[in-house]
């Protein structure tokens, strides 16, 4: 596996992020995003073409039934360790809702038209999957990250040290906040000098696709399609920019972890926090899901497209190939003056083996786990 910085410099494969604004709302829906607030940059963060020379940038892959419980019951012990810091599921009661949007915030991401999608009932984790847990199931099963196998990861700017910063001599001209940090990974998330000891109870970052795979199937979970996410998003409401509604901060308070401020430059942090929240630190939605948009992005298990049918559909899967797959729900780094994409029906794309510094995941399955 070789990656690519594909914007101007190169195309490094790591998440991306959402911007999002703080501007409330009124009863009806926010005022559109500015023109040309269409993103940070970090969707066009992708692994492509090596920066470097490839002969140790390769990492090879490992299916993800490798990290089955059924191809690792020698370590039932340490299994049912892991199991002790799963993420309680709440079950999803199937039915129809209406899928994207026909005022699509950002349409060249494909958010329309908005259609009618049924989906079975299904379960989901409450919250994304946090550092101590995915720390249990790397322990468990001896996983290696994408990232760790790369030795690098994508890492906003705003959260290196000086030192880091002072030994890093690309950027992505697109986005130059997004920058390639050697031993940046789940474990050192704000790069080399840095650890989760205070984050264990943060959502994992700097997690591939491919890594979310394979956290789930562990589980004998998977990941949701776009659908089922969208579906649960939205909490049973109707047509609604956010899980809780159409205004952002309802009576002033701060429903998610995004972005106050200056984007790229300064996060007031109103909202209590400057980067990762511990999940579930905002309120639930209508089934009982936290962070479903800010804190992190979260991958589904769709590929990317634009391209959606008007026509009633059940259970849709996506494409049946691509190149990239689909992400949802933004991130700490979400404002609305760059990329409002903190909405249920935003959407977002990455390459499989992408990683970086906002993006996560969370699972479901269709039996309670």
């Known amino acids: 596996m070789v990656r690519s910085f594909a914007v101007c410099v190169f195309v490094f494969g790591c998440v991306s992020r959402v911007l999002c604004s703080q501007g409330s709302c009124g009863a009806q829906p926010e005022a559109a995003a500015p023109q040309g607030a269409s993103g940070c940059g970090c969707d066009s963060l992708k692994r492509a073409v090596a920066l470097e020379p490839a002969e140790d940038r390769t990492a090879p892959a490992e299916p993800a039934d490798k ?28 039915g129809e809702f209406l899928m994207g949007t026909d005022d699509p915030g950002i349409p060249a991401d494909g958010e329309g038209p908005q259609r009618p999608v049924y989906v079975d009932s299904f379960y989901m984790d409450v919250q994304e999957v946090t550092n101590h847990q995915f720390q249990s199931f790397v322990r468990a099963s001896g996983y290696i990250t994408e990232a760790e196998k790369f030795g690098d990861s994508f890492v906003f700017e705003g959260l290196l040290s000086e030192s880091v910063k002072n030994e890093i001599t690309q950027a ?9 940090v050697k031993g940046a990974n789940w474990r050192q998330p704000d790069g080399p000098d840095s650890n989760i000891t205070d984050r264990l109870d943060h959502p994992v970052l700097h997690v591939s696709w491919a890594d979310a795979v394979a956290y789930c199937s562990w589980f004998n979970k998977r990941l949701p399609t776009e659908a089922e996410w969208e579906y649960a998003c939205r909490g049973g409401l109707k047509d609604r920019l956010y899980p809780w509604g159409n205004k952002l901060n309802p009576k002033g308070q701060h429903y998610a972890n995004l972005w106050q401020g200056d984007f ?45 049918t008007t026509e009633k559909q059940r259970n849709p899967t996506g494409p049946p190939s691509g190149t990239d797959k689909v992400k949802k729900g933004g991130s700490y780094m979400c404002h609305k003056s760059y990329c409002y994409r903190y909405r249920c029906a935003a959407r977002s794309q990455n390459t499989p083996d992408s990683s970086a510094s906002n993006l996560g995941f969370r699972c479901a399955s269709q039996e309670r786990r």
């Open 172 to 180: 992505v001209a697109a986005a130059p906040w997004w920058l390639p």
């Open 67 to 94: 990290y089955s419980r059924r191809a690792n019951e020698r370590l039932s012990e340490a299994q049912g360790d892991e199991e002790e810091v799963q993420s309680q599921m709440v079950l999803i009661s199937g």
């Open 264 to 308: 790229p430059n300064s996060n007031s942090g109103e909202d209590g926090y400057i980067k990762t929240s511990p999940v579930m630190s905002f309120p639930a939605n209508g089934f009982g899901l936290y962070d479903m948009v800010g804190n992190a992005w979260e991958w589904t298990s769709d590929w990317w497209t634009v391209h959606h």
